[in-house]
Antibody, heavy 121, light 110 residues
């Protein structure tokens, strides 16, 4: 069964750092792009970052560029999101999402259950 | 302010047909596929329609999608109480080099 399991969320102070992980199973991880999408409590979805399945090329939303870094370890079937200089408006549920193709612009077809990140003093 | 524009709410009675619109621009809907996601209360989103009108396996044919120019729409026929959810349109934006989403439409079955 195809599964995405996020971990690493929690409470962090403004200006702090946090690393999210997403363990994938049930598919050939290296063959597909992966993304992080976040959802502010009670609000809509916002794409954060995506990484291709092959060469690891990455794209970022302007709101996180320079502060967040996406990476993947295909040998461990795991996706990461390193978040630094965190701000209150980064507070959200962060979803790991699988792309349908190697490249990030391919459609997103599977979503994890999400992990909550709260930035507060 | 979302890049794609959806009505914040929609409603219908059981058995009725409802449509949800999604408006974008030439850099997203106008030049790329539109996808729709359903988010049930307290759950993660799930793919509902892809490539404008295709349904993933397991999605009932009561759900259909269409696209014209820089706009798209999702139609749900034979409305059921279990269709109460938030619905989001999405697409790749060539100018932003990223995925963009609509603000979501909360569907109520009254």
């Amino acid at each position: 069964e195809l599964q995405l399991l996020e971990s690493g969320g929690g409470l962090v102070q403004p200006g702090g750092s946090l690393r999210l992980s997403c363990a994938a199973s049930g598919f050939t991880f290296s063959s597909f792009a992966m993304s992080w999408v976040r959802q502010t409590p009670g609000k809509g979805l916002e794409w954060v970052s995506g990484i291709s399945g092959s060469d690891g090329s990455a794209d970022y939303a302007d709101s996180v560029k320079g502060r967040f870094t996406i990476s993947r370890d295909n040998s461990k079937n795991t996706l990461y999101l390193q978040m630094s200089s965190l701000r209150a408006d980064d507070t959200a549920v962060y979803y790991c999402a699988k792309g349908a193709f190697l490249a990030v612009p391919g459609r997103i077809d599977i979503w994890g259950q999400g992990t909550m990140v709260t930035v507060s003093s | 302010q979302s890049v794609l524009t959806q009505p914040p709410s929609a409603s219908g009675t059981p058995g009725q047909r409802v449509t949800i619109s999604c408006s974008g621009s030439s850099s997203n809907i106008g030049s790329n596929y539109v996808h729709w996601y359903q988010q049930l209360p307290g759950r993660a989103p799930r793919a509902l329609i892809y490539n404008n009108h295709q349904r993933p396996s397991g999605v009932p044919d009561r759900f259909s999608g269409s696209k014209s120019g820089t706009s798209a729409s999702l139609a749900i026929s034979g409305l059921r109480s279990e269709d109460e959810a938030d619905y989001y349109c999405a697409g790749w934006d060539d100018s932003l080099s990223g995925w963009v989403f609509g603000g979501g439409t909360k569907l109520t079955v009254v």
